[in-house]
């Protein structure tokens, strides 16, 4: 793992020369400067080609993400939030990261909880003991 690596998750980061960036021009309010500088970032990382994740990752993610692929196995990130295209960049990124790290996440298996013995017994006690003051109630022909 080198520095300039996207960092996703423990021993996993995607290597910088994987990730294919582009810059375009973005659109909404602006005035001049958004006709004239192309401030907008696109970040195309191509999920099957990756050395960054195993097999298994790479199935999991490409089944979590599927609606968000191209037809190549492409995951595509845009971002136009800010002017400046240094920070677009650097916000595409941790978009990218943060979409991965949640495809890579695994619950934790539930495991059954068992009513232990003392409660039980406690319990059927407890119906024994009201059951016999209803009883006990009762009008009974003598």
Known sequence: MKKDDLFIKDDIAIPIHELEFS????GGPGGQHVNKTSSRITVRWNIANTTAL?????????????SELTSD????????????QAQNKKNALN???????????????????????????????EKKRLSEIKKLRSKKDW
């Open 95 to 125: 978009v990218l990261a943060e979409k991965v790290r949640t495809a890579l996440y695994v619950p934790k298996k539930r495991m059954k909880t068992r009513v232990p013995k003392k409660k039980k017994e406690k319990r059927l006690q």
């Open 23 to 26: 810059a375009s021009k973005s």
């Open 54 to 66: 195993n097999d298994t990752q790479k199935k999991q993610v490409m089944d979590k993400l599927q």
């Open 73 to 84: 196995g492409d995951l595509l990130v845009h971002n136009s939030s800010s002017r400046s």
